[in-house]
């Protein structure tokens, strides 16, 4: 599975089409994190884990979740 | 030639220049300047201009991973006001853009937004009229401006890089546009660059080199070499990169070669000088550093070079009169690989 922060969201949709891979999971986060305090960072990772949990262990039918 | 073997779809536009203009600008095929409408025959004057088939693939460009066929290439080269001349050359340079050391799938991601830099050595320089000289970075030569604008515009015709979504620049900067050089070797006391890199003086080649906005080194005081590369130095202070470029006006090279420096010489000398002082940085930021090249085990004490080994500096002699050198920095990261980016260098073959 791919992480990305929403701003890379088309670009992750191109290379899924590039690459024949339309279902490949992609679990999408807010933007930015480069410039974003550690516990703010921290706090989204928390947000989003149960999610890239799910990803990883039931990816068909988180997929329609993510998307 | 006979253009029905051609693949890509005929498409009906009202014969008007201005309708024309417009249809490329809905379908978004132009980087916002007027394009050469690519007519059958346009195309087949290209196509005629070189030894290949129309379907041969050259490489495959991203985001979208398409193959960049001959035909494509002469499309685009009509588009970008490229002479039928120009093909092999440009042939060169989609082999060099889409060779994956030079990652462009990066460079066009990167929301850093460098440019693909093109420097042109060997006798096709004056086959094609490539500048090397006078206003060497700015406009005025056509092979110069065509060959630059039609690697922008295989990057978004082709590859399907649309700032914004797929391309995710930023700032970018003009030289996105176009940025094409030859080296002035006639006036570089200097072996040129392609020679540097292993091929004949007589052979041509091009180097496609991710490229920032550059920063002028004048220096109208120095008479000595030190004086010139110290300020030259000055200016490549920062952040490191995978490479750097050092492009060097010739009334500046005579003076430092003329002082006994060989290319191998200047770039010590400015690797030596041009550093990244980690007492400067602000804690926060020092930490991040270190965290980020943690192979280096950086310190407070620490320096970080311009980059990583001093042959990782490009030394290219360009530009006209006058005591005006110019730095453009690599955008890409150093590593312990061997950086994130590295320039290519093809030969052209006729």
Same mark, same amino acid.
């Given at each position: 599975?791919?992480?990305?922060?929403?701003?890379?969201d088309?670009?992750?949709?191109?290379e899924?089409?590039?690459?024949?891979?339309?279902?490949?999971p992609?679990?999408?986060?807010?933007?930015p994190?480069?410039?974003?305090?550690?516990?703010?960072?921290?706090?989204?990772?928390?947000?989003?884990?149960d999610?890239?949990?799910?990803?990883?262990?039931?990816?068909q039918?988180?997929?329609?979740?993510?998307? | 030639?006979d253009?029905?073997?051609?693949?890509?779809?005929?498409l009906?536009?009202?014969?008007?220049?201005?309708?024309?203009?417009?249809?490329?600008?809905?379908?978004?095929?132009?980087?916002?300047?007027?394009?050469?409408?690519?007519?059958e025959?346009?195309?087949?004057?290209?196509?005629?201009?070189?030894?290949?088939?129309?379907?041969?693939?050259?490489?495959?460009?991203?985001?979208?991973?398409?193959?960049?066929?001959?035909?494509?290439?002469?499309?685009?080269?009509?588009?970008?006001?490229?002479?039928?001349?120009?093909?092999?050359?440009?042939?060169?340079?989609?082999?060099?853009i889409?060779?994956?050391?030079?990652?462009?799938?990066?460079?066009?991601?990167t929301? $850093?937004?460098?440019?693909?830099?093109?420097?042109?050595?060997?006798?096709?320089?004056?086959?094609l009229?490539?500048?090397?000289?006078?206003?060497v970075?700015?406009? $005025?030569?056509?092979?110069?401006?065509?060959?630059?604008?039609?690697?922008?515009?295989?990057?978004?015709?082709v590859g399907?890089?649309?700032?914004?979504?797929t391309?995710?620049?930023?700032?970018?900067?003009?030289?996105?546009?176009?940025?094409?050089?030859g080296e002035?070797?006639?006036?570089?006391?200097?072996?040129?660059?392609?020679?540097?890199?292993?091929?004949?003086a007589?052979?041509?080649?091009?180097?496609?080199?991710?490229?920032?906005?550059?920063?002028?080194?004048?220096?109208l005081?120095?008479?000595?070499?030190? $004086?010139?590369?110290?300020n030259?130095?000055?200016?490549?202070?920062?952040?490191?990169?995978?490479?750097?470029?050092?492009?060097?006006?010739?009334?500046?090279?005579k003076?430092?070669?003329?002082?006994?420096?060989?290319?191998?010489?200047?770039?010590?000398?400015?690797?030596?000088?041009?550093?990244?002082?980690?007492?400067?940085?602000?804690?926060?930021?020092?930490?991040?550093?270190v965290?980020?090249?943690?192979?280096?085990?950086?310190?407070?004490?620490?320096?970080?070079p311009?980059?990583?080994?001093?042959?990782?500096i490009?030394?290219?002699?360009?530009?006209?009169?006058?005591?005006?050198?110019?730095?453009?920095?690599?955008w890409?990261?150093?590593?312990?690989?061997?950086?994130?980016?590295?320039?290519?260098?093809?030969?052209?073959?006729?």
């Amino acid at each position: 599975m791919t992480v990305i922060t929403h701003a890379f969201d088309a670009l992750a949709k191109s290379e899924k089409e590039a690459f024949g891979a339309p279902d490949h999971p992609v679990l999408v986060v807010q933007h930015p994190i480069g410039t974003v305090k550690l516990d703010e960072v921290n706090k989204r990772a928390d947000a989003a884990f149960d999610k890239l949990v799910e990803i990883l262990i039931e990816p068909q039918r988180a997929k329609a979740a993510v998307a | 030639m006979d253009t029905s073997t051609l693949q890509a779809e005929r498409l009906e536009v009202e014969d008007d220049i201005w309708a024309a203009q417009a249809f490329f600008e809905e379908k978004g095929w132009s980087d916002g300047l007027p394009i050469i409408p690519p007519t059958e025959d346009r195309v087949a004057q290209m196509l005629a201009a070189v030894k290949r088939a129309p379907q041969d693939v050259i490489g495959a460009v991203p985001p979208r991973w398409a193959p960049a066929t001959v035909e494509k290439i002469a499309i685009n080269a009509v588009m970008a006001g490229c002479k039928p001349e120009y093909m092999s050359t440009l042939i060169a340079c989609v082999e060099a853009i889409t060779d994956t050391k030079l990652n462009l799938y990066a460079l066009q991601a990167t929301t $850093g937004g460098p440019a693909v830099m093109i420097i042109i050595n060997g006798p096709i320089r004056q086959e094609l009229n490539v500048n090397g000289g006078a206003n060497v970075l700015g406009e $005025g030569w056509r092979a110069n401006a065509t060959i630059g604008r039609f690697v922008r515009l295989i990057q978004r015709n082709v590859g399907g890089s649309y700032p914004g979504t797929t391309c995710k620049a930023t700032l970018g900067w003009p030289g996105k546009y176009s940025i094409c050089i030859g080296e002035n070797e006639e006036a570089s006391p200097w072996e040129p660059l392609h020679v540097e890199r292993g091929f004949k003086a007589d052979q041509s080649t091009v180097t496609a080199i991710s490229a920032d906005a550059s920063i002028r080194a004048s220096d109208l005081d120095s008479t000595k070499a030190v $004086g010139i590369l110290t300020n030259f130095a000055q200016r490549m202070e920062g952040p490191s990169g995978p490479e750097a470029i050092m492009v060097i006006c010739p009334e500046h090279a005579k003076i430092i070669a003329g002082d006994g420096f060989s290319k191998t010489d200047v770039k010590k000398f400015v690797w030596e000088r041009a550093a990244y002082r980690m007492k400067d940085l602000p804690d926060e930021t020092f930490h991040q550093r270190v965290k980020r090249r943690s192979d280096l085990k950086l310190t407070r004490d620490s320096v970080i070079p311009v980059t990583d080994k001093p042959e990782d500096i490009l030394v290219v002699v360009a530009g006209g009169d006058g005591s005006q050198s110019q730095y453009i920095h690599v955008w890409g990261q150093s590593t312990p690989e061997g950086g994130s980016t590295r320039s290519v260098t093809k030969v052209i073959r006729n």
